[in-house]
């Protein structure tokens, strides 16, 4: 199984702020994600890469941007962030196309 | 676009009952996907169904692939405290790998 690590669990940050969470796969596999969790939206996929320097924007890819330099790391930046960013974010990973996903424990950031 | 409905949105049962929730859509799917969240943690993969009419269990829990492959169903028997947490569905379509979530069924235990 793929094992994902986040290296935040906690977060808080001021408006304006550029945030970085950090996303590690332990194995050599190419596809990772990020999504924001909130109450009564579930999950939302904010942007998947399937390969190194590759990203393809999910469904609410706005106010974020994302870097893939290595292949077991998938960083999500918020170039400034905003109080409506304060969420649960959660990085998956995958062996294959169309194997399940796996998750990391989630970052829970907080903008003030 | 595809959607998932996950019923119910929460569940009130006594320890030692069993539980049951679904997912439908009006989309086939070709993979099904039930993940377990507990308070303040990520989603973990309990079991995943490739095949419609697929019987899969692990442990207490019971998932089956509906044989019109727009929908799943989870059992978990003799339900204990640590059952309490946020169950969601996926599927997962092959042709162009999208994943569409259920928005989840929370358990709660009541002592």
């Known amino acids: 199984d793929v094992k994902v690590t986040q290296s935040s669990r906690y977060l808080v940050k001021r408006t304006g702020e550029k945030v970085f969470l950090e996303c590690v796969q332990d194995?050599?596999?190419?596809?990772m994600f990020w999504y924001r969790q909130d109450p009564g939206l579930g999950l939302r996929l904010i942007y998947f890469?399937?390969?190194?320097?590759?990203?393809e924007k999910g469904d609410i890819p706005e106010g974020y941007s994302v870097s893939r330099e290595k292949k077991e790391r998938f960083s999500l930046i918020l170039e400034s962030a905003s109080t409506n960013q304060t969420s649960m974010y959660l990085c998956?990973?995958?062996?294959?196309?169309?194997?399940?996903?796996?998750f990391g424990n989630g970052t829970r950031l907080t903008v003030t | 676009g595809q959607q998932l409905n996950q019923s119910p949105q929460s569940m009130f049962i006594q320890e030692g009952e069993d539980v049951s929730m679904n997912c439908t859509s009006s989309s086939i799917f070709n993979t099904w996907l039930w993940y377990k969240q507990d308070p303040g943690e990520g989603p973990v993969l309990l079991i995943a169904l490739y095949k419609a009419g697929e019987l899969t269990s692990n442990g207490r829990l019971t998932a089956q692939f509906g044989i019109t492959r727009k929908d799943s169903f989870l059992n978990i028997s003799a339900s204990i405290p640590s059952d309490v947490g946020i169950y969601f569905c996926a599927g997962q379509l092959r042709r162009d790998d999208k994943i569409i979530f259920g928005k989840g069924t929370r358990l709660h235990i009541l002592p």
């Open positions: 998956a990973g995958r062996g294959a196309a169309y194997s399940p996903l796996h």
């Open positions: 194995m050599d596999h190419e596809n």
């Open positions: 890469s399937y390969d190194v320097k590759m990203k």
